[in-house]
């Protein structure tokens, strides 16, 4: 028997045990409440319901290829214009060469980069093809909805053209990144150049329907208001009702230190915990919720995962978003190190591959 301090929680108790979807006003309710370890109970319900007591992670490396971008998001400080000192563009002999240093058990391949003004179509196409060909047991899981939007106009093709020609190539998933929040009132304000929330939505969908599965991201913590976070979530549930394409959320907390909104404080680990927890209580139809511990720290990734996440990402070699975002901490982790994390946290790991089989 739960017992919680909160009557509004006992109420939702009483939907999660009859299976009853929770709506936008059980959400607010969630967020508001204050007692958190009742939120990460209900949560961690929800998690040893669908995984009972596994947590996964993936033996990954992070490719951003290049740091060059024509939009200039306010939230973004990994973003350089072209020219300047520090704008950087990898070949694909670079990035080969960096990925080899990591050794030739990775699973999978995380690649993202701003959308650079000249990179033509076809650098994309043989990128993805020459990591599938150089790792063959790699998962390569490439471009944000954001790039192929930005691909489809560089190359004259329409969306579903695009991913065909990377999945023909051998893209195996998307990123769940670029979503940041929907609510256009906000992106107007954050990142006005950067597609629509719809659009994000529209090229999710056209994906999932040509078999590529994705994750989706939210980015919180600046403007947005909770009903914000909640509409955001109920767009992903709506989509994922359709087309059950996505794998995983994962809730990114922003990083002011060094974008342009220096004056917006940091989440605190309070709200990052429910976060993780609201994430996993709202979206009932998306398998796996992740503590991304590039952005939470991985202490507070460990605790996450008793307030409903069930992935841990990875052990990563080199992340540039985070490193240029001023996220001190670990950069890379051992399996050894990662399952230790897991384990210590009463849990049992699970190496994964990008589409969450057990390897
Ligand atoms: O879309 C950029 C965010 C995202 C900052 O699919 C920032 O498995 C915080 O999407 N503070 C890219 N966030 C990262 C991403 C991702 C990460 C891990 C796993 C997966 C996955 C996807 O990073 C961007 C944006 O929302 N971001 N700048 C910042 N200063």
Redesign the pocket.
Known sequence: MLNFQDPALKQIHEKIENNERLNLSDGLKLFQTNDLLGLGKLAALVKERLHGPKVYYVFNQHVNYSNICVNR?K????RRPKGHPEAYALNIEEILTKLKQAGNSIREI?V?GGLHPDLPYQYYLDLVRSLKENFPHAHI?AF?C?EIDHLARISGKDVKEVLSELKQAGLSCL??????IFAERIRQKLCPEKISGQRWLEIMKIAHELGIP??A?M?YGHLETLEERLEHLLALRNLQDQTKGFL?F?P?????Q??YLKEISPTTGFEDLKMIAVSRLMLDNIPHI?A?W??LGLKLAQVALHFGADDL?GTVYEEK?SEF?GQEGEKALSREEIERVIREAGFQPVERDALYRPV
């Open positions: 998001c939230f973004c400080a990994f995380h993202v899981k944000t954001v990123p769940g990144g670029g979503a940041e994705s994750n991201t980015l995983c994962i990114l907390p922003f990083l002011p060094k974008s992740k991304y590039i952005f990402h978003i975002s």
